[in-house]
């Protein structure tokens, strides 16, 4: 199996408990405002069955990761810890939220076929919980 679908994997208990849609996708780390160079999230981008067997992230500049519709209707990023690198880790994921400094954009067509108000995550603090294995940030509101 390959190694970036092991990495994003979902475990049956998290599925069954409270996950209604799933997508594998490319967080690419920055700001949109300097051509995705800085710290924040840029953006997101949906990745097919082939881009995942060929895209296993940049660790500093990108990482493969789950984007989770909850059954609360809540979107959950559950990013590996393992492929972060320690500069994003120290720099974007401390602490207990993500400060969101700049509005980023996630797949339309994920949006869409999720039901979602919008396809953009709007600047603002977001919860964010870090495990072990995992940086989980959980996304309520869309524009």
């Not at 190694?3 to 998290?14: G, I, L, M, Q």
């Not at 405002?33 to 082939?50: E, Q, T, V």
Request: net charge positive.
């Amino acid at each position: 199996m390959n190694r970036t679908v092991e990495a994003t994997h979902v475990s049956d208990y998290e599925i069954h408990e409270y996950v209604r849609k799933t997508a594998t996708v490319e967080v690419l780390f920055g700001l949109s405002s300097k051509n995705c160079a800085g710290m924040g999230i840029c953006r997101i981008d949906k990745l097919d069955f082939l881009d995942i067997q060929m895209n296993t992230g940049h660790k500093c500049r990108s990482v493969i990761a789950r984007m989770i519709l909850t059954k609360q209707q809540s979107v959950r990023l559950h990013i590996p810890a393992t492929k972060i690198c320690q500069k994003r880790m120290n720099g974007l994921f401390m602490g207990d939220e993500l400060m969101v400094r700049e509005t980023f954009r996630i797949p339309s067509d994920l949006a869409y076929d999720w039901g979602l108000k919008g396809h953009y995550v709007p600047a603002g603090h977001y919860p964010l919980v870090r495990t072990e294995s995992w940086v989980i940030i959980a996304f309520s509101c869309f524009s």
